[in-house]
């Protein structure tokens, strides 16, 4: 049977263990080392370490290192233009709470959103995601790749196991995914085609108008949401005759019916600037 090399060293560092036990005092000879298979740990093994919880294992965290190294990617569009930034040698103090980070570990893409994230950068990242693997050179294929996304305060063992000592108090105030779980439900972790969904809802010209907007809704761009019978209606025309206008004539349209709050530069996206940009990702 040959020993794996994690084994093997295990096995030298337990014997060494044995032998100064048998070196030290009488009460050290009632110790001994067992081994066991992971999955079948007793209760005790448990107990001294403070009870059974998540942690990171499974086929991708046992193959990465020399496969495919887990790779990380800030995207950001806080100086007014969408940007991604490759984070070599990161840890969990590299996951910026403002921005949107795209964790790739092989078979699983995740991206995760920080707090402090707006929504065209959330929903910008969500189309970077599917196109940085759309355009992937090594032939990866979207069906082949389950993309997810993760909500700050809500990561589980399978993303956080990429970060060395990773601090479930940072953030989830020291509860595990399961406690988490069990108090908000799975909405923490969700498919990106499912968040992509949010962006596309219509809703009523009386949903539009509350201070607070749905989820995925872009607080300066709410038109794209509207009903169509209800543009129609308000505008005095359809949604194509309205995207023909003039920028400063849509503005005037919107301010009419106090579907207008102002324009944001931090929160401009240059569309076809930020999927060159991802796509350059793949060639460096």
Same mark, same amino acid.
């Given at each position: 049977?040959?020993?794996?090399?994690?084994?093997?060293?295990?096995? @030298? =560092?337990?014997?060494?263990?044995?032998?100064?036990?048998?070196?030290?005092?009488?009460?050290?000879?009632?110790?001994?080392?067992?081994?066991?298979?992971?999955?079948?740990?007793? *209760?005790?093994?448990?107990?001294? &370490?403070?009870?059974?919880?998540?942690?990171?294992?499974?086929?991708? =965290?046992?193959? &990465?290192?020399?496969?495919?190294?887990?790779?990380?990617?800030? @995207?950001?569009?806080?100086?007014?233009?969408?940007?991604?930034?490759?984070?070599?040698?990161?840890?969990?103090?590299? &996951?910026?709470?403002? /921005?949107?980070?795209? @964790?790739?570990?092989?078979?699983?893409?995740?991206? $995760?959103?920080?707090?402090?994230?707006?929504?065209?950068?959330?929903?910008?990242?969500?189309?970077?995601?599917? *196109?940085?693997?759309?355009?992937?050179? %090594?032939?990866? /294929?979207?069906?082949?790749?389950?993309?997810?996304?993760?909500?700050?305060?809500?990561?589980?063992?399978?993303?956080?196991?990429?970060?060395?000592?990773?601090?479930?108090?940072? $953030?989830?105030?020291?509860?595990?995914?399961?406690?988490?779980?069990?108090?908000?439900?799975?909405?923490?972790?969700? %498919?990106?085609?499912?968040?992509?969904?949010?962006?596309?809802?219509?809703?009523?010209? /009386?949903?539009?108008?509350?201070?607070?907007?749905?989820?995925?809704?872009?607080?300066?761009?709410?038109?794209?949401? =509207?009903? *169509?019978?209800?543009?129609?209606?308000?505008?005095?025309?359809?949604?194509? /005759?309205?995207?023909?206008?003039?920028?400063?004539?849509?503005?005037?349209?919107?301010?009419?019916?106090?579907?207008?709050?102002?324009?944001?530069?931090?929160?401009?996206?240059?569309?076809?600037?930020?999927?060159?940009?991802?796509?350059?990702?793949?060639?460096?």
């Amino acid at each position: 049977v040959v020993m794996s090399e994690e084994k093997y060293t295990a096995k @030298l =560092l337990s014997e060494s263990l044995d032998r100064e036990r048998l070196i030290g005092s009488q009460q050290s000879l009632a110790m001994r080392t067992i081994e066991m298979e992971e999955g079948n740990e007793p *209760d005790e093994f448990w107990e001294c &370490l403070g009870g059974k919880a998540e942690y990171a294992s499974g086929f991708e =965290l046992a193959h &990465l290192v020399n496969e495919r190294p887990p790779r990380l990617f800030q @995207l950001s569009n806080a100086s007014g233009t969408f940007s991604v930034e490759e984070i070599y040698n990161f840890n969990q103090d590299d &996951l910026i709470e403002d /921005d949107i980070m795209l @964790l790739d570990v092989g078979n699983t893409l995740y991206v $995760w959103i920080g707090k402090g994230a707006n929504e065209i950068e959330k929903k910008q990242s969500l189309l970077a995601a599917k *196109d940085y693997i759309a355009h992937d050179p %090594s032939g990866r /294929d979207e069906a082949e790749v389950t993309m997810l996304t993760v909500k700050q305060g809500m990561e589980p063992p399978k993303f956080t196991g990429h970060f060395q000592a990773w601090d479930p108090r940072k $953030w989830s105030g020291g509860k595990t995914y399961t406690e988490l779980v069990s108090e908000f439900g799975e909405q923490g972790v969700t %498919s990106v085609d499912e968040e992509l969904e949010k962006y596309n809802k219509k809703y009523s010209y /009386d949903v539009l108008c509350r201070k607070i907007v749905p989820e995925g809704v872009d607080p300066v761009n709410k038109e794209r949401y =509207l009903k *169509d019978d209800e543009f129609a209606e308000l505008f005095g025309m359809t949604v194509l /005759d309205y995207e023909r206008l003039p920028k400063w004539k849509q503005v005037r349209a919107k301010r009419a019916v106090k579907l207008f709050e102002g324009s944001n530069s931090s929160v401009i996206y240059c569309s076809e600037i930020g999927m060159k940009q991802v796509r350059v990702l793949h060639s460096e």
